[in-house]
């Protein structure tokens, strides 16, 4: 495995403990190294309401920073309904219930391989 991809997987493992610390519902990563050039990993959880949804984007951010990674973009923190987090290799979907179900990205990016808690 090369070192970046590491670094993409560590990121992925933060990422989903921090969703998962404060609650997050149904956390899923998926990795899309064979079906996606722009990024390594997708992770994705929602909320149950915007406080929520905005609790997990913070803890998302604080734990990365606190492991040295920024993100190169957030986007969508003031609806609260979908932010998308870009960290480069690593992006983070942050869903209200019911955009989650709207957009379905699992169906859409489903030739990723979802991953186990473990394989982190």
């Known amino acids: 495995m090369s070192t970046e991809l590491e670094r993409a997987k560590e990121m992925a493992k933060i990422a989903y403990h921090a969703l998962c610390d404060k ?5 899923r990563v998926i990795e899309i190294t064979e079906v996606a050039t722009f990024a390594d990993y997708f992770i ?5 309401n915007p406080t929520q949804v905005s609790a997990l984007v913070d ?3 604080e734990q990365l920073e606190k492991a040295g990674f920024s993100p190169k973009r957030i986007e969508g923190v003031g609806n609260s309904n979908w932010v998308l987090m870009d960290y480069g290799d690593v992006i983070v979907h942050v869903f209200s219930k019911e955009d989650r179900l709207f957009y379905d990205l699992e ?3 489903k030739d990723g391989k979802e991953l186990e808690e473990s394989d982190l």
Request: hydrophobic share 40%.
């Open 107 to 109: 169906r859409i990016w």
């Open 44 to 48: 994705i959880a929602d909320g149950n």
């Open 23 to 27: 609650k997050g519902e149904d956390v």
């Open 59 to 61: 803890n998302v951010e």
